[in-house]
């Protein structure tokens, strides 16, 4: 598996036009935007298209980063994931969220892309990094000229992160003041495939503040092992990877300033959750529209499925499901733009987006019947991402206990 790996022929073309329609706001939840946020909307739907439908389902059969992509949502100043860099424009919220969506629209590997690259990666430096650090790597990034992974989760630590076990202690070598790190991490995004690791670890020892502390990690350092996790079914055209860290020494320079306990992790993480939840929308419209397209097509019984009461009643459930998603990240964004967005409103969004776009993806899995399951009808793959979108950056469960929390005054975590 390498970055350059040859560009092989696609699958086959599907038997039914299931192309996206331009437009689904049945009630006009985005009508709203200001026309920089629609232009920033339409040009990632055109680069989605033009550039990743065309050859996205073969990267995806074959298991392969398109690294061609990654170039070029770079040159369309995509890549940073809305985060700002000095000297590029700033985004609204509101035109990111459009943006995920847009982007999971087309896949949801392309758009995990931006949010690992961007969302993650990025934004910890921007947001934690010293202006050394910005300046050296922010510009970079959004380039595309190196690409970044985000270390949190560990084999034995997903949902209580927390409580991560990946260690980091003060020690110099050959006059080098720095850290050494020791640990695992795991499902870690471009983290066997990119140049730099955000690693966050505990820190340890008799100075130690037994903090999480985040730390920029090249990927070529001694002692760090990383493996492409393989056999999955979700995600597939981004590779995450399985990394160990041994006795690993990064100069002192390497330590975000900025991130010095887990509330550092949470603040990046809170960000993103965000667009977590606009690209569920993102899935469920494309399952949705692939079936509305379908029923139009598909004939059964001497007439088009869409002459059943039966599909019609889905139809309708599926668009309501679409449209109460739409109507609750429309509201939540606003009150991001506006800076009072808490992070249980946000863990909210999270819950109920992901919850309903597998609904919706069910349901157009099985309007499809048997054609459900090819790639060229498009609703396999979506249905398969979602598996992964429901549970990275914290499980449905977790969020359930994050709101839960906020109604009750009552913790309920283990």
């Not at 820190?203 to 002692?223: E, K, R, W, Y």
């Given at each position: 598996m390498t970055r350059n790996a040859p560009v092989m022929p696609g699958v086959t073309a599907p038997d039914y036009d299931v192309s996206q329609p331009l437009d689904l706001d049945y009630v006009g939840a985005f009508a709203d935007v200001t026309p920089e946020e629609r232009a920033h909307q339409?040009?990632?739907?055109?680069?989605?298209?033009?550039?990743?439908?065309?050859?996205?389902?073969?990267?995806?059969?074959?298991?392969?980063?398109?690294?061609?992509?990654?170039?070029?949502?770079?040159?369309?100043?995509?890549?940073?994931?809305?985060?700002?860099?000095?000297?590029?424009?700033?985004?609204?919220?509101?035109?990111?969220?459009?943006?995920?969506?847009?982007?999971s629209r087309g896949d949801g590997s392309v758009a995990t892309i931006c949010g690992v690259q961007g969302g993650l990666a990025l934004r910890s430096i921007v947001m934690h990094g010293s202006p050394e650090q910005i300046e050296q790597y922010a510009e970079p990034m959004a380039r595309g000229e190196i690409l970044g992974a985000f270390a949190l989760t560990e084999p034995t630590h997903g949902s209580d992160s927390v409580s991560l076990e990946t260690t980091a202690r003060r020690e110099t070598r050959d006059g080098v003041e720095g850290y050494v790190l020791d640990g695992e991490k795991k499902w870690i995004g471009f983290g066997s495939c990119g140049d730099i690791t955000v690693v966050w670890a505990r820190?340890?020892?008799?100075?130690?503040?037994?903090?999480?502390?985040?730390?920029?990690?090249?990927?070529?350092?001694?002692?760090y092992t990383a493996t492409t996790i393989e056999g999955k079914v979700s995600l597939r055209a981004i590779w995450q990877a399985h990394i160990v860290l041994d006795d690993v020494f990064v100069p002192a320079s390497a330590a975000l300033p900025g991130a010095t306990s887990f509330k550092a992790t949470a603040a990046v993480l809170f960000a993103t959750r965000l667009a977590v939840a606009w690209s569920a929308v993102g899935h469920a419209v494309a399952c949705y529209e692939a079936a509305a397209a379908y029923s139009t097509q598909r004939i059964q019984f001497g007439r088009p499925l869409a002459k059943n009461q039966m599909v019609q009643e889905r139809l309708t459930r599926m668009l309501s499901l679409v449209t109460q998603m739409q109507l609750l990240v429309a509201q939540i964004t606003r009150l991001a733009d506006a800076g009072t967005l808490t992070g249980e409103q946000a863990s909210l969004a999270k819950y109920t987006t992901t919850r309903q776009a597998r609904e919706v993806a069910s349901i157009a899995r099985d309007m499809l019947g048997g054609n459900g399951i090819l790639l060229g009808n498009r609703v396999a793959r979506h249905f398969a991402d979602l598996e992964a979108l429901h549970t990275y950056e914290g499980t449905e469960s977790m969020q359930a206990l994050i709101v839960g929390r906020d109604i009750t005054g009552v913790s309920a975590f283990a």
């Open positions: 339409l040009a990632v739907r055109e680069f989605v298209q033009e550039d990743v439908l065309p050859v996205i389902d073969g990267y995806w059969e074959r298991a392969e980063v398109p690294f061609d992509l990654v170039k070029k949502l770079a040159e369309r100043d995509f890549l940073r994931d809305g985060v700002d860099v000095p000297g590029r424009p700033s985004v609204s919220f509101m035109a990111e969220g459009l943006a995920s969506m847009e982007m820190l340890v020892g008799d100075d130690g503040d037994n903090q999480v502390h985040g730390f920029i990690v090249p990927q070529d350092a001694p002692g």
